[in-house]
């Protein structure tokens, strides 16, 4: 589990960006601040430490006419303007109509992979469906924070101890893309999509 991080991605000013990352034997939250500038709060936080692996729960591409093109599409065929495979295979938002944010996370990812990072996108959501946590009130009221810990613990031997104890969806969040980074280490992840647009989980 080293040098690996998830991170619940948020409006820029909110607050509501969240890292969840091993320290020791144990996982730890790092949040910022309402006001604050994530993007610039993020690139400060692992601006010293050594390079490693960042799942975050963003789109990093854009839907593939944006980069192909429309002028060698076979004659009637339709391009998806609003979606990736991924995204519908995951039932994941469009990139598009996350607008700014899609944009502000590949920046983010850009200048992340120039200092060494490795930067995937995950999908919370679908790791949250994997491990049954609707069923116990996932993102619904803040109750079932501890109803789906203890179904995480349950599911995942390798869920290391709590320093901190999620109190917010964000930092749930954050704590199922750091797990997701934590399978794909151990080769135990599904990727879902086509290559240069893969969700991880």
């Not at 690139?43 to 429309?70: M, N, Q």
């Not at 996370?105 to 491990?131: I, N």
């Not at 049954?132 to 290391?160: D, M, T, V, W």
Request: a neutral charge; proline letters at 4%.
């Amino acid at each position: 589990m080293k040098n690996l991080y998830g991170i619940d991605y948020g409006a820029k000013l909110a607050g509501t960006t969240v890292v969840a990352y091993s320290e020791g034997s144990g996982v730890r939250f790092c949040a910022s601040a309402k006001k604050q500038d994530a993007d610039r709060f993020l690139l400060e936080f692992f601006a010293h430490r050594p390079p490693g692996k960042i799942f975050i729960d963003a789109p990093l591409s854009l839907p593939e006419v944006y980069c192909t093109g429309t002028e060698n599409l076979q004659e009637g065929k339709i391009p998806d303007f609003h979606y990736r495979a991924c995204d519908r295979e995951l039932g994941a938002m469009s990139p598009m109509f996350l607008g700014g944010l899609t944009a502000r996370a590949m920046r983010l990812a850009f200048h992340l992979r120039k200092q060494g990072w490795e930067v995937h996108e995950t999908y919370p959501g679908a790791l949250a469906r994997m491990c049954g946590l609707q069923e116990l009130g996932y993102k619904k009221s803040r109750e079932g924070i501890a109803q789906c810990l203890e179904r995480l613990r349950e599911r995942n031997e390798f869920l290391p101890e709590m320093q901190e104890i999620p109190g917010t969806w964000h930092q749930l969040d954050a704590l199922l893309a750091f797990l997701s980074a934590c399978r794909a280490d151990r080769g135990e992840a599904n990727a879902c999509g086509e290559e240069g647009a893969l969700i991880w989980y």
